[in-house]
Nanobody, 129 residues
Framework: QVQVQESGGGLVQAGGSLRLSCAASGRTFSGYAMGWFRRAPGKEREFVAAISRRIGTTSYADSVKGRFTISRIISRINAKNTVYLQMTSLEPEDTAVYYC??????????????????WGQGTQVTVSS
């Protein structure tokens, strides 16, 4: 059974920073390709950042490039796969529910929702002006 769980959301002032964490468990130590997506109020869910399964290649949405950083740790002991999203210089436009996703379908840092088959429940990030 694969489980994906986010944590670390909250309220922050514009210009501040937050770090989101996501743990995915249930597969071998080689892990998953992982991605972050977000849904702002009244908008469709959109891609934020992703990291590939093996060599750690990353990709970012243009709106967060230079401000957000995705990284990961894979435990060979318990097969726990943890990915982080470090968010800096936050803007009110970054307010959204942030979702973590894991992919057993692709090895790459995919920006496409359809390539992710396991999703977390989401964590709220609110940036005040």
């Amino acid at each position: 059974q694969v489980q994906v769980q986010e944590s670390g959301g909250g309220l922050v002032q514009a210009g501040g920073s937050l770090r989101l964490s996501c743990a995915a468990s249930g597969r071998t130590f080689s892990g998953y390709a992982m991605g972050w997506f977000r849904r702002a109020p009244g908008k469709e869910r959109e891609f934020v950042a992703a990291i590939s399964r093996r060599i750690g290649t990353t990709s970012y949405a243009d709106s967060v490039k230079g401000r957000f950083t995705i990284s990961r740790i894979i435990s060979r002991i318990n097969a726990k796969n943890t990915v982080y999203l470090q968010m800096t210089s936050l803007e009110p436009e970054d307010t959204a529910v942030y979702y973590c996703a894991a992919s057993a379908l692709t090895d790459g840092a995919s920006p496409y929702e359809k390539e992710y088959d396991y999703w977390g429940q989401g964590t709220q990030v609110t940036v005040s002006s």
